[in-house]
């Protein structure tokens, strides 16, 4: 099955670590499972600098994908994710330089993001919580077994991407 765009949607692989791990078929509630990722990364710039590069369009461009992100709410957004097409966000929080939380695919896997920032004695504690994932569904969860691999490669980029920054 291929999304509206016609793009394929990634192969989920043997192997994949995913947090929490799938529940098991026939699991749940009957109204869908629903789960999340949720990781944390050591930045060593401040909660600032970190904030720029989860809000500005060329920095979130540098480690993730090109967007059209402003830091204001309700602001709708995009992210051009190629193969994957352009996905549509809608900022439904912020707390500058300490959490930013937004709607991520509303159409397609329709889940949310959130950044939390914290300072630490060395820079900044990122916590990233991608949730809303309906597992009984074929799509969300193609993406979250695809995501449970891409986001800890994701956010290794975004910390040695903020590393380089003077």
């Not at 090109?66 to 809608?90: M, N, S, V």
């Not at 300072?119 to 074929?138: C, I, K, R, V, W």
Request: net charge negative; with cysteine; glycine share 10%.
């Amino acid at each position: 099955m291929r999304p509206a765009n016609g793009m394929p949607l990634p192969v989920p692989t043997p192997g994949m670590a995913i947090d929490p791990p799938l529940p098991s078929a026939g699991t749940g509630d009957g109204m869908g499972d629903k789960t999340s990722i949720r990781l944390e990364q050591n930045l060593d710039k401040d909660p600032a600098t970190v904030w720029t590069y989860l809000t500005t369009p060329d920095l979130v461009a540098a480690w993730w994908a090109p967007c059209t992100i402003k830091a204001e709410p309700g602001h709708r957004f995009t992210f051009d994710l190629g193969k994957w097409g352009i996905q549509a966000a809608e900022i439904l929080a912020i707390e500058p330089e300490k959490r930013l939380s937004y709607t991520f695919a509303p159409t397609m896997i329709g889940t949310t993001i959130t950044w939390t920032l914290a300072p630490t004695a060395g820079g900044t504690l990122l916590t990233m919580t991608h949730e809303g994932f309906d597992l009984s569904s074929m799509i969300p969860r193609m993406a979250y077994d695809g995501l449970g691999k891409g986001w800890p490669k994701m956010l290794e980029k975004l910390r040695t991407t903020v590393a380089a920054a003077t």
